[in-house]
């Protein structure tokens, strides 16, 4: 089974800044859209941001705008979110998982397949 391998999280003060990284499956990065989500017990797995290889589209919650930002190497097949002025409501389980096209204006968690087992991020005030 191809799967994500998101990494990079860790445990911050409010305000500083992390990278994630998210390995993608080779058989999953040309002509798709990798997205980042986050999720807290009890709540529902939300986007956070996205880029698409197959048309450049971005999506970027709005919440996060302005401070986070969303890269791709392709060659290792991998894409980052820096995120920067980190906030306590930032804090989740971070994950990635792709689709095929370009970035919906409203990802949806079960539109996407191949969960990896996420990055926990910690935000302190």
């Known amino acids: 089974e191809v799967q994500f391998v998101e990494s990079g999280g860790g445990a911050v003060q409010a305000g500083e800044s992390l990278t994630l990284s998210c390995a993608a499956p080779?058989?999953?990065?040309?002509?798709?859209?990798i997205s980042w989500f986050r999720q807290i017990p009890g709540k529902e797995r939300e986007a956070v941001a996205c880029?698409?290889?197959?048309?450049?589209?971005?999506y970027f919650k709005d919440s996060v705008k302005g401070r986070f930002t969303i890269s791709s190497a392709d060659a290792e097949h991998t894409v980052y979110l820096q995120m920067s002025s980190l906030k306590p409501e930032d804090t989740a389980r971070y994950y990635c998982?792709?689709?095929?096209?370009?970035?919906?204006?409203?990802?949806?968690?079960?539109?996407?397949?191949?969960w990896g087992r996420g990055t926990q991020v910690t935000v302190s005030s």
């Open positions: 880029t698409s290889n197959y048309d450049g589209s971005t």
């Open positions: 998982a792709a689709i095929g096209g370009y970035c919906s204006p409203y990802p949806m968690a079960y539109e996407y397949a191949n």
């Open positions: 080779r058989s999953l990065w040309d002509g798709y859209a």
